[in-house]
């Protein structure tokens, strides 16, 4: 989901994946896999993602978290799947004070 949000958003802006990698002080075909979804963006590379495009910080990371999320759960049964996403957000909403 995050790569793909990336290299849309890097198309729009109609740059290439040598600027990104510069911004983002990697090489180009590691950037090239953070958009195939083969590695994932490091999270310090964020904020500089949301400047560079003028997207909501939060929103962007949201979907990366989601992205780690499903990268996590995507080989388990679907029943599992549902299950631990809903533990885990009851384990958040019981822990919102700590």
Do not use: C
């Amino acid at each position: 989901m995050f790569g793909h949000k990336i290299k849309d958003m890097r198309l729009e802006h109609g740059l290439r994946q040598r600027h990104l990698a510069e911004l983002l002080e990697t090489d180009m075909p590691m950037y090239s896999k953070m958009e195939l979804g083969a590695r994932r963006v490091r999270r310090d590379m964020i904020p500089k993602l949301a400047e560079l495009y003028k997207v909501n910080e939060h929103e962007l990371m949201t979907l990366w978290l989601a992205d780690a999320v499903y990268a996590t759960l995507k080989s388990e049964e679907k029943s599992l799947q549902l299950d631990a996403v809903d533990l885990a957000k009851e384990y958040f909403l019981a822990n919102e004070g700590m």
